[in-house]
Nanobody, 123 residues
Framework: QVSLVESGGGLVQAGGSLRLSCAAS????????VAWFRQVPGKERGFVAA????????YYGDSVKGRFTIARDNAKNTVYLQMNSLKPEDTAVYYC????????????????WGQGTHVTVSL
């Protein structure tokens, strides 16, 4: 079983930055593909970014390319999401998710989820 815990959310002004962390339990972290999704009320969870097991390959949603960076430290069982040039439309609950198979941008393909962390971007 894998447990994921997100942290780092908060309130930031437009143009600012935040770094989210996703800490995982278990000894098999390096065998997991990890992704970030986000959700606003009334909408489906949307893909933000993902990182391959080794960290050598990353994937981004179109709306965050060039602004967000995903990285992982397998020694620390942690994945990070550095968010720069934040916009009000980035406001959402951000979820960390993991799966044992290769990358997917579909939220329903992920087996393990964190509880989410709120990000609010003000004007």
């Amino acid at each position: 079983q894998v447990s994921l815990v997100e942290s780092g959310g908060g309130l930031v002004q437009a143009g600012g930055s935040l770094r989210l962390s996703c800490a995982a339990s278990g000894r098999t972290f390096s065998s997991l593909t990890v992704a970030w999704f986000r959700q606003v009320p009334g909408k489906e969870r949307g893909f933000v970014a993902a990182i391959a097991r080794s960290g050598s390959t990353t994937y981004y949603g179109d709306s965050v390319k060039g602004r967000f960076t995903i990285a992982r430290d397998n020694a620390k069982n942690t994945v990070y999401l550095q968010m720069n040039s934040l916009k009000p439309e980035d406001t959402a609950v951000y979820y960390c998710a993991a799966r044992r198979d290769v990358y997917s941008s579909r939220w329903d393909r992920y087996d393990y989820w964190g509880q989410g962390t709120h990000v609010t971007v003000s004007l």
